[in-house]
């Protein structure tokens, strides 16, 4: 387990995954971090890669030939290896071999990068093609934070609030986690979505290049909050097991399958390019207070 921490926050990552599991507020002894319960949801912050989202068939088509990967991609379930730390920093690196070869047949080198500044975490995905043909893949994050913050508080005492007051339109999944091709609009009050338990019941609210690129988690009448800035991720997901004492706020770059027929890796939506030998990195930021 690898821990960071300032005056402020502790926040601890483990090797699988290189998964947060904990950000603890020390001025108000708040954990904010969901904590995996595994009769709900057995996950804190998965990251994702080298796909976001469900695949037709659970299957990647890559050059022709069909690779099995299931929903959000291997490395949440990959143990990365801690390459650098010190009391505020630390990069986790996992690296192409022959178990992720047989499923994505890239060379790559994946690294989370953690960054503590007062009370705010920045999270940099880097990823570097060290093959020599280009590559397709996405990224994501899948932070769960508690609601609420404090005992004697409810769920529906919350709100997420949108940096823009911008129409939200969900594009709906079906069953099997894949894009039905049907929208429906999310309503808001003054760019405001207030949680409620059947927020969800429909499974997670997907938006596409939404206008935003922040969201603050915030009781509706006091200042706590979590806020989730993303500049370099144009989609979001927002997700919760329906009853559940969570919320998900995901910044995507990539997003799942439609229904139909399946679609070469090259010809996914929102899939991102990398030339052999180039470099990609896309920063987020978790900020308490």
């Known amino acids: ?12 990552i483990r090797p699988q995954g290189a998964e947060l599991t904990s950000i603890f507020h020390k001025p108000t002894a708040t954990e904010h971090l969901w904590q995996a319960d595994p009769t709900i949801w057995g996950w804190h912050a998965p990251n994702l890669f080298p796909i976001v989202g469900g695949l037709k068939n659970d299957q990647l088509h890559i050059d022709g030939k069909a690779y099995p990967m299931k929903r959000h991609g291997f490395a949440r379930q990959s143990v990365f290896e801690e390459t650098e730390s010190s009391d505020s920093h630390a990069i986790l690196s996992l690296r192409a071999n022959d178990e992720t070869r047989a499923v994505y047949p890239y060379d790559f080198e994946c690294q989370l990068i953690y960054e503590l500044t007062d009370t705010t975490l920045s999270v940099t995905y880097r990823v570097v093609n060290e093959g020599g043909t280009a590559m397709y893949f996405s990224v994501g994050a899948h932070p769960a934070f508690n609601v609420p913050f404090n005992p004697g508080e409810a769920y529906t005492d919350y709100v997420l609030a949108f940096e823009q007051d911008e129409p939200l339109v969900t594009h709906q999944l079906s069953d099997a986690g894949l894009f039905s091709g049907e929208t429906r609009p999310v309503p808001t009050v003054q760019n405001q979505l207030a949680l409620t338990e059947h927020l969800f019941d429909q499974d997670a609210l997907v938006f596409k290049n939404l206008k935003s690129r922040r969201i603050t988690l915030r009781h509706k009448d006091r200042n706590e909050a979590v806020t989730v800035s ?60």
């Open 230 to 289: 993303f500049p370099d991720f144009p989609h979001l997901g927002i997700w919760a097991k329906p009853g559940a004492a969570f919320v998900c706020i995901e910044p995507w770059l990539g997003y799942a399958d439609a229904e139909g027929e399946p679609t070469p890796i090259e010809q996914k939506e929102a899939m991102q390019y990398l030339a052999a030998g180039d470099v990609f990195m896309a920063t987020f930021t978790i900020s308490i207070g």
């Open 1 to 12: 387990m690898t821990t960071i921490e300032n005056d402020l926050l502790r926040v601890t």
